[in-house]
């Protein structure tokens, strides 16, 4: 007699995962076996942008080579979602654009460089996120409107919740509800496109500053915190 181990079944729906961050990149990602997303099937397999899932819980074993996510949560099935997450939260971008400058290729981030010796502050930390729809330049401009409303809302000085009345926190919160509805369901759709890594994978301080263009949030020369910086977006091409 023979002993056998059987594996499966499995589907060609099947979906697999992976870390977004360098840190953990080439590590297998499974998903706790006792919740509910530990098999996933693509129910759109026509569509070829990219999902996200969250984790409550992340754990890796002692080898450090498998990561297993517990509560996790898979977001809405949205083009461009990784994106538009990773520029809306992340401490420092730098967005990456095709050979034209027509559109945002993608883009990297982290906590940004250091301007005197050009190197990474967290490497291990940055996510280099090759796009796959076309993002153009009024999108960086909703993005940083957002991050402006949150700076109001949550940081220390004129500009906080302290300061400001209710009724002008229920505004900038309807603001925030309204750009973030805006962002994630546009109509027409942004345009699909093949996902290309940059040349220079990883690396800041890539872009030319003839082509950067620098903005500053109104009131950030007063004594105040700021939690998210503005991205600076780059000049593209019409």
Request: hydrophobic content about 35%; overall charge negative; aromatic content about 6%.
């Amino acid at each position: 007699m023979i002993q056998v181990n059987l594996v499966g079944p499995s589907s060609s729906y099947q979906t697999n995962f992976y870390s977004l961050s360098r840190k953990t990149h080439y590590r297998t990602v499974s998903i706790e076996k006792n919740s509910i997303n530990s098999v996933i099937l693509n129910e759109n397999p026509h569509f070829k942008h990219q999902r996200m899932m969250v984790a409550g819980i992340v754990a890796i074993n002692t080898s450090g080579t498998h990561i297993l996510l517990k509560d996790t949560s898979i977001l809405p099935d949205i083009p461009g979602l990784p994106g538009l997450v990773m520029m809306l939260f992340t401490p420092a971008m730098e967005l990456r654009t095709n050979e034209e400058r027509s559109y945002y290729t993608g883009a990297l981030c982290g906590l940004g460089f250091n301007s005197l010796t050009k190197e990474p502050i967290l490497p291990e930390n940055d996510i280099e996120l090759a796009f796959d729809v076309k993002f153009d330049v009024m999108d960086i401009i909703e993005i940083n409107a957002l991050r402006m409303a949150v700076n109001s809302l949550l940081c220390n000085g004129p500009s906080s919740t302290l300061h400001l009345t209710p009724e002008r926190i229920c505004q900038l919160q309807d603001d925030c509800r309204d750009g973030l509805t805006r962002l994630f369901i546009r109509s027409p759709p942004r345009e699909a496109v093949a996902p290309t890594n940059h040349e220079n994978y990883g690396k800041w301080d890539q872009v030319d500053p003839s082509l950067r263009m620098d903005i500053a949030e109104r009131g950030s020369g007063q004594a105040r915190g700021v939690l998210f910086q503005l991205h600076s977006p780059i000049l593209l091409n019409r």
